[in-house]
Protein backbone atom coordinates (compact mmCIF):
# COMPACT_ATOMS: atom_id res chain seq x y z
CA UNK A 1 0.00 0.00 0.00
CA UNK A 2 2.99 2.24 0.52
CA UNK A 3 1.61 4.02 3.65
CA UNK A 4 5.05 4.91 4.89
CA UNK A 5 6.89 4.55 1.84
CA UNK A 6 8.60 7.68 0.92
CA UNK A 7 10.48 8.11 -2.55
CA UNK A 8 9.37 9.52 -6.09
CA UNK A 9 6.30 7.16 -6.65
CA UNK A 10 5.68 9.24 -10.38
CA UNK A 11 9.42 9.10 -12.07
CA UNK A 12 9.23 10.46 -15.57
CA UNK A 13 12.74 11.36 -16.32
CA UNK A 14 13.71 9.55 -19.46
CA UNK A 15 9.58 8.19 -19.74
CA UNK A 16 6.84 8.35 -22.63
CA UNK A 17 3.68 11.04 -21.41
CA UNK A 18 0.24 11.08 -23.32
CA UNK A 19 -0.69 14.42 -21.89
CA UNK A 20 -4.83 15.18 -23.89
CA UNK A 21 -5.76 18.47 -23.84
CA UNK A 22 -1.99 19.54 -23.95
CA UNK A 23 -2.39 22.22 -25.97
CA UNK A 24 -3.50 25.09 -23.61
CA UNK A 25 -4.48 25.34 -20.06
CA UNK A 26 -4.18 22.88 -17.90
CA UNK A 27 -2.72 20.32 -20.01
CA UNK A 28 -0.34 22.00 -21.61
CA UNK A 29 0.61 23.20 -17.96
CA UNK A 30 1.34 19.65 -16.91
CA UNK A 31 3.34 19.28 -20.42
CA UNK A 32 5.99 21.83 -19.35
CA UNK A 33 6.40 20.22 -15.89
CA UNK A 34 6.54 17.05 -17.50
CA UNK A 35 9.14 18.22 -19.93
CA UNK A 36 11.15 20.36 -16.88
CA UNK A 37 11.25 16.73 -15.20
CA UNK A 38 12.93 14.70 -18.10
CA UNK A 39 9.99 13.11 -20.17
CA UNK A 40 9.27 12.77 -23.83
CA UNK A 41 5.52 14.19 -23.73
CA UNK A 42 2.99 13.87 -26.78
CA UNK A 43 0.31 16.30 -26.64
CA UNK A 44 -3.53 15.64 -28.30
CA UNK A 45 -5.77 17.36 -28.88
CA UNK A 46 -7.80 18.94 -32.51
CA UNK A 47 -6.65 21.94 -33.31
CA UNK A 48 -3.41 21.53 -35.42
CA UNK A 49 -1.76 25.07 -34.84
CA UNK A 50 -2.79 25.18 -31.45
CA UNK A 51 -1.00 22.15 -31.18
CA UNK A 52 2.09 23.59 -32.84
CA UNK A 53 2.34 26.60 -30.54
CA UNK A 54 2.15 24.76 -28.02
CA UNK A 55 5.52 21.66 -28.64
CA UNK A 56 6.71 24.57 -29.46
CA UNK A 57 6.20 25.98 -26.18
CA UNK A 58 6.95 22.87 -23.68
CA UNK A 59 10.11 21.87 -25.40
CA UNK A 60 11.52 25.33 -24.42
CA UNK A 61 11.14 23.89 -21.34
CA UNK A 62 13.34 20.48 -21.31
CA UNK A 63 15.56 19.49 -19.49
CA UNK A 64 17.94 17.62 -22.25
CA UNK A 65 16.59 19.39 -25.06
CA UNK A 66 19.45 17.17 -26.85
CA UNK A 67 17.60 14.31 -26.08
CA UNK A 68 14.00 14.10 -24.89
CA UNK A 69 11.44 14.48 -27.70
CA UNK A 70 8.42 15.86 -28.15
CA UNK A 71 5.18 15.13 -30.77
CA UNK A 72 2.10 15.99 -31.02
CA UNK A 73 -1.18 14.17 -32.48
CA UNK A 74 -4.48 15.38 -33.88
CA UNK A 75 -7.46 13.40 -32.14
CA UNK A 76 -11.11 14.14 -31.96
CA UNK A 77 -11.15 11.79 -28.55
CA UNK A 78 -14.98 11.72 -28.63
CA UNK A 79 -14.31 9.12 -30.80
CA UNK A 80 -13.25 5.88 -29.30
CA UNK A 81 -11.27 4.39 -32.43
CA UNK A 82 -9.36 7.88 -32.56
CA UNK A 83 -7.97 6.52 -29.09
CA UNK A 84 -7.05 3.79 -30.38
CA UNK A 85 -5.09 5.30 -33.75
CA UNK A 86 -3.30 7.70 -31.70
CA UNK A 87 -2.01 5.37 -29.07
CA UNK A 88 -0.61 3.37 -32.73
CA UNK A 89 1.16 6.61 -33.48
CA UNK A 90 2.18 7.29 -30.26
CA UNK A 91 3.90 3.64 -29.87
CA UNK A 92 5.29 3.79 -33.84
CA UNK A 93 6.70 7.99 -32.85
CA UNK A 94 8.38 5.95 -29.36
CA UNK A 95 10.64 3.17 -31.00
CA UNK A 96 7.54 0.55 -30.51
CA UNK A 97 7.54 1.18 -27.10
CA UNK A 98 4.02 1.79 -25.18
CA UNK A 99 3.85 5.09 -23.47
CA UNK A 100 4.49 4.96 -19.63
CA UNK A 101 1.97 7.19 -19.03
CA UNK A 102 -1.37 8.92 -19.80
CA UNK A 103 -3.22 11.27 -18.81
CA UNK A 104 -6.53 11.73 -19.94
CA UNK A 105 -6.99 15.28 -18.99
CA UNK A 106 -9.43 16.70 -22.10
CA UNK A 107 -12.71 17.93 -20.93
CA UNK A 108 -14.78 21.24 -21.41
CA UNK A 109 -17.46 23.05 -19.48
CA UNK A 110 -20.28 23.98 -20.77
CA UNK A 111 -22.37 26.45 -17.98
CA UNK A 112 -25.51 27.07 -17.80
CA UNK A 113 -29.56 26.41 -16.24
CA UNK A 114 -30.50 22.99 -16.98
CA UNK A 115 -34.05 24.03 -18.54
CA UNK A 116 -32.06 26.19 -21.14
CA UNK A 117 -29.26 23.50 -21.69
CA UNK A 118 -30.65 21.56 -25.12
CA UNK A 119 -30.41 17.84 -25.14
CA UNK A 120 -27.82 17.77 -27.24
CA UNK A 121 -25.22 19.94 -25.31
CA UNK A 122 -26.17 17.45 -21.56
CA UNK A 123 -24.91 14.42 -23.98
CA UNK A 124 -22.15 16.67 -25.75
CA UNK A 125 -20.97 17.33 -22.68
CA UNK A 126 -20.96 13.48 -21.59
CA UNK A 127 -18.95 13.03 -24.29
CA UNK A 128 -16.13 15.35 -23.84
CA UNK A 129 -15.92 15.11 -20.32
CA UNK A 130 -16.74 11.04 -19.22
CA UNK A 131 -16.32 8.95 -22.67
CA UNK A 132 -12.98 10.94 -23.72
CA UNK A 133 -11.57 9.74 -20.45
CA UNK A 134 -13.26 6.73 -20.68
CA UNK A 135 -12.22 5.48 -24.15
CA UNK A 136 -8.81 6.54 -23.95
CA UNK A 137 -8.63 4.25 -20.44
CA UNK A 138 -10.19 1.42 -22.51
CA UNK A 139 -7.82 1.66 -25.48
CA UNK A 140 -4.55 2.16 -23.09
CA UNK A 141 -5.50 -0.79 -20.55
CA UNK A 142 -5.91 -2.83 -23.52
CA UNK A 143 -2.17 -1.78 -24.83
CA UNK A 144 -1.15 -2.51 -22.03
CA UNK A 145 -2.74 -5.93 -20.25
CA UNK A 146 -3.15 -7.72 -23.61
CA UNK A 147 -0.17 -9.32 -24.92
CA UNK A 148 -1.93 -10.24 -28.44
CA UNK A 149 -3.03 -6.72 -29.09
CA UNK A 150 -1.87 -5.12 -32.24
CA UNK A 151 1.06 -3.40 -30.33
CA UNK A 152 4.49 -4.74 -30.07
CA UNK A 153 5.24 -6.97 -27.03
CA UNK A 154 6.97 -5.16 -24.98
CA UNK A 155 10.01 -6.08 -23.31
CA UNK A 156 9.37 -7.56 -19.54
CA UNK A 157 12.34 -6.37 -16.97
CA UNK A 158 11.72 -7.52 -13.87
CA UNK A 159 12.40 -3.93 -11.74
CA UNK A 160 9.97 -2.41 -14.48
CA UNK A 161 8.68 1.06 -13.02
CA UNK A 162 4.91 1.22 -12.56
CA UNK A 163 2.93 2.74 -15.82
CA UNK A 164 0.11 5.18 -14.94
CA UNK A 165 -3.34 6.43 -15.68
CA UNK A 166 -4.05 9.50 -14.74
CA UNK A 167 -7.99 11.26 -15.27
CA UNK A 168 -7.95 14.92 -14.60
CA UNK A 169 -11.51 15.19 -12.92
CA UNK A 170 -12.75 18.67 -11.16
CA UNK A 171 -13.55 19.20 -7.57
CA UNK A 172 -17.32 19.62 -8.91
CA UNK A 173 -16.98 16.30 -9.05
CA UNK A 174 -17.50 16.22 -5.25
CA UNK A 175 -20.15 18.09 -5.09
CA UNK A 176 -23.77 19.30 -7.02
CA UNK A 177 -23.93 23.21 -7.68
CA UNK A 178 -26.46 25.11 -9.76
CA UNK A 179 -24.92 25.95 -12.92
CA UNK A 180 -22.89 22.94 -13.93
CA UNK A 181 -25.97 20.10 -14.33
CA UNK A 182 -24.15 19.19 -17.51
CA UNK A 183 -20.59 18.84 -16.75
CA UNK A 184 -20.48 17.71 -12.95
CA UNK A 185 -22.34 14.22 -13.69
CA UNK A 186 -19.44 13.21 -16.08
CA UNK A 187 -16.59 14.55 -13.92
CA UNK A 188 -18.46 12.60 -10.70
CA UNK A 189 -18.70 8.93 -13.10
CA UNK A 190 -14.65 9.97 -13.33
CA UNK A 191 -14.14 9.20 -10.10
CA UNK A 192 -16.06 6.61 -10.05
CA UNK A 193 -14.53 5.10 -13.42
CA UNK A 194 -11.35 5.61 -10.99
CA UNK A 195 -12.50 3.46 -8.29
CA UNK A 196 -13.88 0.78 -10.57
CA UNK A 197 -10.12 0.35 -12.15
CA UNK A 198 -8.39 0.56 -8.77
CA UNK A 199 -9.92 -2.38 -7.94
CA UNK A 200 -9.46 -4.30 -10.74
CA UNK A 201 -6.28 -3.59 -11.78
CA UNK A 202 -5.15 -5.29 -8.41
CA UNK A 203 -6.45 -8.38 -10.37
CA UNK A 204 -2.97 -8.00 -12.47
CA UNK A 205 -0.88 -6.81 -10.23
CA UNK A 206 -1.47 -10.17 -8.64
CA UNK A 207 -0.90 -12.18 -11.60
CA UNK A 208 2.17 -10.91 -12.59
CA UNK A 209 3.50 -12.15 -9.11
CA UNK A 210 1.26 -15.83 -9.58
CA UNK A 211 3.10 -18.85 -8.98
CA UNK A 212 1.30 -20.42 -11.60
CA UNK A 213 2.97 -19.85 -15.14
CA UNK A 214 0.34 -17.53 -15.94
CA UNK A 215 2.69 -14.84 -14.91
CA UNK A 216 4.27 -14.97 -18.19
CA UNK A 217 1.59 -13.45 -20.15
CA UNK A 218 0.94 -10.96 -17.50
CA UNK A 219 1.26 -7.25 -18.43
CA UNK A 220 5.63 -5.80 -18.23
CA UNK A 221 4.77 -3.24 -15.17
CA UNK A 222 1.48 -2.33 -12.39
CA UNK A 223 -0.77 -0.36 -13.25
CA UNK A 224 -1.70 2.59 -10.78
CA UNK A 225 -5.03 4.65 -11.54
CA UNK A 226 -5.24 8.33 -10.09
CA UNK A 227 -7.94 11.30 -10.64
CA UNK A 228 -7.28 14.88 -10.14
CA UNK A 229 -9.61 17.48 -8.99
CA UNK A 230 -9.01 20.41 -9.64
CA UNK A 231 -10.71 23.89 -8.65
CA UNK A 232 -11.02 26.65 -10.85
CA UNK A 233 -8.07 27.02 -13.22
CA UNK A 234 -7.53 30.24 -15.34
CA UNK A 235 -7.49 28.85 -18.77
CA UNK A 236 -8.64 29.46 -22.13
CA UNK A 237 -11.56 27.11 -21.44
CA UNK A 238 -12.29 28.30 -18.42
CA UNK A 239 -12.68 32.23 -19.88
CA UNK A 240 -15.27 30.51 -22.74
CA UNK A 241 -17.13 28.77 -20.12
CA UNK A 242 -17.62 32.04 -18.46
CA UNK A 243 -19.59 33.19 -21.67
CA UNK A 244 -22.69 30.70 -20.77
CA UNK A 245 -22.26 30.90 -16.94
CA UNK A 246 -25.42 31.80 -15.06
CA UNK A 247 -24.45 34.05 -12.70
CA UNK A 248 -26.23 32.30 -9.51
CA UNK A 249 -22.72 30.19 -9.99
CA UNK A 250 -20.78 32.67 -10.08
CA UNK A 251 -21.88 33.06 -6.14
CA UNK A 252 -21.80 30.34 -5.37
CA UNK A 253 -17.95 29.78 -6.99
CA UNK A 254 -16.95 32.99 -5.76
CA UNK A 255 -15.03 31.48 -2.35
CA UNK A 256 -13.03 29.21 -4.70
CA UNK A 257 -9.61 30.40 -5.57
CA UNK A 258 -8.20 30.41 -9.11
CA UNK A 259 -4.94 28.70 -10.17
CA UNK A 260 -3.00 29.29 -13.18
CA UNK A 261 -2.09 26.24 -15.60
CA UNK A 262 1.25 26.32 -13.84
CA UNK A 263 -0.19 26.33 -10.38
CA UNK A 264 -2.61 23.09 -10.93
CA UNK A 265 0.13 21.14 -12.96
CA UNK A 266 3.16 21.69 -10.27
CA UNK A 267 0.76 20.31 -7.37
CA UNK A 268 -0.65 17.58 -9.42
CA UNK A 269 2.64 15.87 -9.97
CA UNK A 270 3.66 17.15 -6.88
CA UNK A 271 1.23 14.95 -5.46
CA UNK A 272 1.76 12.25 -7.95
CA UNK A 273 5.02 11.73 -6.43
CA UNK A 274 3.71 11.34 -3.38
CA UNK A 275 2.44 8.29 -4.09
CA UNK A 276 -1.38 9.94 -3.96
CA UNK A 277 -4.48 8.55 -5.55
CA UNK A 278 -7.39 10.84 -5.79
CA UNK A 279 -5.61 14.40 -5.87
CA UNK A 280 -6.93 17.63 -5.03
CA UNK A 281 -4.78 20.84 -5.89
CA UNK A 282 -5.72 23.55 -3.05
CA UNK A 283 -7.56 23.83 -0.01
CA UNK A 284 -11.13 24.12 -1.12
CA UNK A 285 -10.78 20.87 -3.26
CA UNK A 286 -8.78 19.26 0.25
CA UNK A 287 -12.18 20.21 1.85
CA UNK A 288 -14.44 18.79 -0.69
CA UNK A 289 -12.36 15.42 -1.24
CA UNK A 290 -12.55 15.25 2.32
CA UNK A 291 -16.36 15.22 2.38
CA UNK A 292 -16.82 12.57 0.05
CA UNK A 293 -14.17 10.13 0.19
CA UNK A 294 -16.60 6.96 0.64
CA UNK A 295 -14.25 3.71 0.52
CA UNK A 296 -11.68 5.29 -2.00
CA UNK A 297 -8.01 4.96 -0.16
CA UNK A 298 -6.93 7.96 1.74
CA UNK A 299 -4.19 9.56 1.31
CA UNK A 300 -3.49 9.85 4.87
CA UNK A 301 -5.77 7.75 7.19
CA UNK A 302 -5.62 10.39 10.00
CA UNK A 303 -5.75 13.36 8.46
CA UNK A 304 -8.33 12.36 6.04
CA UNK A 305 -10.09 10.89 8.53
CA UNK A 306 -10.23 13.66 10.72
CA UNK A 307 -10.59 15.99 8.21
CA UNK A 308 -13.57 14.49 7.23
CA UNK A 309 -15.44 14.70 10.78
CA UNK A 310 -14.57 18.21 10.43
CA UNK A 311 -16.11 18.75 6.72
CA UNK A 312 -19.11 16.77 7.93
CA UNK A 313 -20.31 19.28 10.39
CA UNK A 314 -18.86 22.19 7.89
CA UNK A 315 -21.72 20.63 5.56
CA UNK A 316 -24.68 21.59 8.44
CA UNK A 317 -23.66 25.04 7.65
CA UNK A 318 -22.12 25.46 3.87
CA UNK A 319 -25.15 22.83 2.65
CA UNK A 320 -27.82 25.59 4.18
CA UNK A 321 -25.90 28.60 3.12
CA UNK A 322 -25.44 27.79 -0.89
CA UNK A 323 -28.96 26.59 -0.99
CA UNK A 324 -30.22 30.21 0.37
CA UNK A 325 -27.41 31.95 -2.20
CA UNK A 326 -29.16 30.41 -4.31
CA UNK A 327 -33.19 31.03 -3.64
CA UNK A 328 -31.96 34.51 -2.43
CA UNK A 329 -31.23 34.57 -5.72
CA UNK A 330 -34.48 34.07 -7.50
CA UNK A 331 -36.33 35.55 -4.93
CA UNK A 332 -34.44 38.99 -6.14
CA UNK A 333 -34.04 38.28 -9.75
CA UNK A 334 -37.47 36.66 -10.47
CA UNK A 335 -37.55 34.37 -13.29
CA UNK A 336 -34.64 33.53 -14.94
CA UNK A 337 -34.54 34.87 -18.53
CA UNK A 338 -37.72 36.77 -17.70
CA UNK A 339 -35.43 40.32 -17.23
N1 LIG B 1 -10.79 25.41 -16.13
C1 LIG B 1 -11.31 25.00 -14.99
O1 LIG B 1 -11.77 25.83 -14.19
C2 LIG B 1 -11.31 23.56 -14.63
C3 LIG B 1 -11.06 22.58 -15.56
N2 LIG B 1 -11.07 21.26 -15.17
C4 LIG B 1 -10.78 20.21 -16.13
O2 LIG B 1 -9.40 20.27 -16.43
C5 LIG B 1 -9.17 19.86 -17.77
C6 LIG B 1 -8.42 20.96 -18.51
O3 LIG B 1 -9.22 22.13 -18.50
P1 LIG B 1 -8.63 23.54 -18.90
O4 LIG B 1 -7.30 23.72 -18.30
O5 LIG B 1 -9.72 24.51 -18.62
O6 LIG B 1 -8.41 23.37 -20.47
P2 LIG B 1 -9.09 24.10 -21.72
O7 LIG B 1 -10.57 23.94 -21.66
O8 LIG B 1 -8.56 25.47 -21.84
O9 LIG B 1 -8.49 23.20 -22.90
C7 LIG B 1 -9.07 21.96 -23.20
C8 LIG B 1 -8.08 21.12 -23.97
O10 LIG B 1 -8.70 19.90 -24.35
C9 LIG B 1 -8.67 19.78 -25.78
N3 LIG B 1 -9.89 19.08 -26.20
C10 LIG B 1 -11.17 19.48 -25.97
N4 LIG B 1 -12.03 18.62 -26.52
C11 LIG B 1 -11.29 17.66 -27.13
C12 LIG B 1 -11.60 16.52 -27.91
N5 LIG B 1 -12.88 16.19 -28.20
N6 LIG B 1 -10.60 15.75 -28.36
C13 LIG B 1 -9.33 16.08 -28.11
N7 LIG B 1 -8.96 17.14 -27.39
C14 LIG B 1 -9.94 17.93 -26.91
C15 LIG B 1 -8.57 21.21 -26.28
O11 LIG B 1 -8.02 21.35 -27.57
P3 LIG B 1 -8.93 21.38 -28.93
O12 LIG B 1 -10.12 22.25 -28.62
O13 LIG B 1 -8.03 21.90 -29.98
O14 LIG B 1 -9.34 19.95 -29.15
C16 LIG B 1 -7.61 21.77 -25.25
O15 LIG B 1 -6.28 21.35 -25.50
C17 LIG B 1 -10.54 19.54 -18.36
O16 LIG B 1 -10.79 18.17 -18.23
C18 LIG B 1 -11.48 20.34 -17.47
O17 LIG B 1 -12.77 19.80 -17.43
C19 LIG B 1 -11.28 20.88 -13.89
C20 LIG B 1 -11.53 21.81 -12.93
C21 LIG B 1 -11.57 23.22 -13.23
C1 LIG C 1 -16.48 21.32 3.34
C2 LIG C 1 -16.55 21.52 1.87
C3 LIG C 1 -17.14 22.84 1.47
C4 LIG C 1 -17.42 22.88 0.01
C5 LIG C 1 -17.96 24.16 -0.48
C6 LIG C 1 -18.19 24.05 -1.95
C7 LIG C 1 -18.17 25.36 -2.69
C8 LIG C 1 -18.34 25.17 -4.16
C9 LIG C 1 -17.08 25.47 -4.91
C10 LIG C 1 -17.19 25.15 -6.34
C11 LIG C 1 -15.86 25.18 -7.01
C12 LIG C 1 -16.03 24.88 -8.45
C13 LIG C 1 -14.76 24.77 -9.20
C14 LIG C 1 -15.17 24.37 -10.57
C15 LIG C 1 -14.13 24.11 -11.54
C16 LIG C 1 -14.64 23.50 -12.79
O1 LIG C 1 -14.56 22.31 -12.95
C17 LIG C 1 -15.28 24.34 -13.80
N1 LIG C 1 -14.77 25.66 -13.81
C18 LIG C 1 -15.22 23.70 -15.14
O2 LIG C 1 -14.11 24.04 -15.88
Not at 25 to 47: C, E, F, P, Q, S
Not at 316 to 322: E, H, N, Q, S
Not at 329 to 338: L, R, S, Y
Request: net charge positive.
Amino acid sequence: MGFFSKGNHFPVDSRTVVVTGGSQGMGRGLAKVLAKKGANVVIVARDVRKLQAAVEYISAAAASPQTQRFHYISADLTNPSESVRMLEEVTAWNNGQLPDVVWANAGTARPGLFVDIPIETLRAQMDANYWTATYLAHATLNCWLKPASAFPAAERPTTALPRHFIITSSSLAFCGIAGYSAYSPAKAALRSLSDSLRSELNLYAGARRAKSGSAATAPPADIKIHSVFPGTILSPGHAAEEQTKHPVTRVLEEGDPAQTEDEVATVAVRELEKGRYLISTQFLGSAMRASALQGSPRNNWFVDTVFSWGTSIAWLFIGPDMEGKVYKWGKENGMPNAQ
